[in-house]
């Protein structure tokens, strides 16, 4: 890979813009090839989606192409915003109040107490089962 390209060349000439190759069609032959864009966008002519590399990586999907479509090439990010936003990165960051906010994502705190009772029923049944009948 070239020092200054984020992808290598070869990789770039065989990655489609992956709405574009759902419809030959309408694009012809060779649908969805892709143009590198301020070193960090891959954007398709044929459908006007527009990819960001983010972190090295390609991010090919839809979702992420449609949310740049209407964004002039030249107001594009440099570079991209990140794959997690910074703010949630902590699943389980305390608020101003002092308290956790849990709403974020990741498991309830109850969800650890009921597996800690259950390994705790299971331990106790496996316990009277083998010393349980002297």
Same mark, same amino acid.
């Given at each position: 890979?070239?020092?200054?390209?984020?992808?290598?060349?070869?990789?770039?000439?065989?990655?489609?813009?992956?709405?574009?190759?759902?419809?030959?069609?309408?694009?012809?032959?060779? @649908?969805?090839?892709?143009?590198?864009?301020?070193?960090? %966008?891959?954007?398709?002519?044929?459908? *006007?989606?527009?990819? @960001?590399?983010?972190?090295?990586?390609?991010?090919?999907?839809?979702?992420?192409?449609?949310? %740049?479509?209407?964004?002039?090439?030249?107001?594009?990010?440099? !570079?991209? !915003?990140?794959?997690?936003?910074?703010?949630?990165?902590?699943?389980?960051? @305390?608020?101003?109040?002092?308290?956790?906010?849990?709403?974020?994502? *990741?498991?309830?705190?109850?969800?650890?107490?009921?597996?800690?009772?259950?390994?705790?029923?299971?331990?106790?049944?496996?316990?009277?089962?083998?010393?349980?009948?002297?």
């Amino acid at each position: 890979m070239s020092n200054d390209l984020p992808i290598s060349p070869d990789l770039l000439e065989i990655l489609r813009d992956p709405l574009a190759v759902q419809d030959k069609e309408k694009y012809g032959d060779d @649908p969805g090839k892709l143009e590198l864009v301020h070193n960090c %966008w891959l954007v398709s002519n044929d459908t *006007g989606l527009k990819y @960001p590399i983010k972190e090295g990586i390609p991010v090919m999907l839809i979702d992420e192409g449609m949310k %740049w479509k209407d964004t002039p090439i030249e107001d594009l990010p440099v !570079p991209p !915003p990140p794959l997690v936003p910074e703010s949630s990165s902590s699943a389980a960051a @305390p608020s101003s109040a002092g308290q956790v906010d849990y709403s974020s994502g *990741g498991p309830s705190p109850l969800v650890y107490v009921a597996a800690a009772v259950g390994v705790f029923v299971v331990l106790f049944a496996l316990w009277k089962l083998l010393f349980g009948r002297r």
